[in-house]
């Protein structure tokens, strides 16, 4: 086969355009985004298109619509980008850990807890480190992140990812949770064998957090878990407040917010490997991968 002139490659200006019309989805919002005329940025995505010998985008209705080889092109290029980038990072030498732009993804079940005591001491630390942040399920910010979209994710652990290198940063027990009073549990002399059927509350499927409470927790017997599953740890705090049953809280959950203004309390579980691991994931081989071990230091000293 012979190999490709440099000449016929696409150019970074080339790949930012294109990276940038996926994500408005708009010609005129993405050229405005990379500072250039509409007529300009284009040009630039048909010579884009004319080089590789696809379509990538269709032109064919009022909306922009990325094609599927135009889809799977985005993320390469994306990821070409941050290797550019990571290659001039290198180069100046100078550049400093933790600063810059660095994209972190969060699950719901960890950000509102963590972050507020995390962040302070964070900037305080690398005060030239950009972060920006993004909360979402676990399968919607490890795709974000295969993808070039986050550079890396804080999430629970176990999970099944594939060509990611993961770090463990703590364990984070699971606390047994009811309401002051509450008939349903003695939480001194908790059993799972005790309980009453359908007493035990979770969040709903889609959460990591539910297959972490019942492999954790080892909830075998279905007969106890209730058919009715929260949207959202708030959702099921407010239920198990109104004493419709009992449910397993991550540590980290205690002292915050969610819990205030509640009759919910707290209690230690008997087991000692009830928890969930806590930990950070970016994709494998990445240029960054000493920042990111950084960054877990960090937040393990911060824990």
């Not at 349903?184 to 990591?208: I, M, T």
């Amino acid at each position: 086969m012979p190999r490709r002139s440099s000449s016929r490659l696409p150019t970074v200006k080339q790949l930012r355009y294109f990276v940038a019309l996926v994500e408005h989805q708009h010609f005129a919002h993405a050229a405005e985004a990379s500072f250039v005329s509409q007529s300009a940025f284009s040009v630039a995505i048909k010579e884009l298109e004319r080089l590789l010998g696809v379509n990538l985008v269709d032109r064919t209705n009022k909306r922009v619509t990325i094609t599927a080889t135009g889809k799977e092109i985005a993320v390469h290029a994306r990821l070409c980008l941050q290797d550019i980038e990571a290659l001039v990072d290198i180069a100046g030498g100078a550049r400093k850990p933790l600063t810059g732009r660095l994209r972190l993804g969060v699950i719901p079940t960890i950000a509102p807890f963590m972050l507020p005591r995390l962040l302070p001491g964070l900037r305080k630390a690398y005060p030239n480190l950009d972060l920006y942040l993004r909360e979402d399920l676990t399968d919607r910010i490890y795709e974000r992140m295969m993808e070039g979209e986050l550079d890396l994710i804080l999430i629970a652990l176990p999970y099944d990812f594939r060509g990611v290198e993961t770090m463990t940063l703590f364990h984070d027990p699971f606390l047994l949770a009811c309401r002051q009073g509450s008939k349903l549990v003695d939480p001194e002399n908790y059993s799972f064998n005790r309980l009453q059927a359908e007493s035990v509350l979770l969040l709903e499927d889609g959460h990591c957090l539910r297959d972490h409470a019942l492999a954790a927790c080892r909830l075998r017997s279905t007969e106890k878990i209730s058919r009715f599953a929260a949207t959202s740890l708030n959702t099921l705090v407010q239920m198990v407040d109104s004493d419709l049953g009992i449910t397993y809280l991550p540590e980290m959950a205690v002292g915050t917010s969610l819990l205030r203004g509640t009759r919910v309390k707290t209690y230690p579980m008997r087991q000692q490997s009830v928890y969930r691991e806590i930990g950070l994931a970016w994709r494998r081989g990445s240029a960054r991968h000493a920042e990111f071990e950084l960054l877990g230091n960090f937040i393990r000293e911060q824990h």
